[in-house]
Nanobody, 115 residues
């Protein structure tokens, strides 16, 4: 079993930055991919960025150039540095992890970007 806990969300103004963190614990040795998703009210959950255990990164087009995903295999931490935040980035951001036999989710952290 894998437990994921997000932190770092908050209220910021347009153009400002936030850094989200995800702490993974439990049976983490089998994880292949970790990712950040987000979900706005009334919207579907969408992929923001993902990173494999080997460090291969994939970004959604709407955040590429503004957000940076990173992870540390030793500390079992994943981060999402979010720069130049826009109102459209307002959502609950979820930490996701995938193993060969399971998919895991955190409870999410709220990011609100005001004008």
């Amino acid at each position: 079993q894998v437990l994921l806990v997000e932190s770092g969300g908050g209220l910021v103004k347009t153009g400002q930055s936030l850094k989200l963190s995800c702490a993974a614990s439990g049976t983490t040795f089998g994880l292949k991919t970790m990712a950040w998703y987000r979900q706005a009210p009334g919207d579907q959950r969408e992929l923001v960025a993902q990173i494999t255990k080997a460090g291969v990164i994939n970004y959604a087009d709407f955040v590429k150039g503004r957000f940076t995903i990173s992870s540390d295999n030793a500390t079992k931490m994943m981060y999402l540095q979010m720069d130049n935040l826009q109102s459209e980035d307002t959502a609950v951001y979820f930490c996701n992890a995938r193993s060969g036999d399971g998919i895991y989710w955190g409870r999410g952290t709220q990011v609100t970007v005001s004008t």
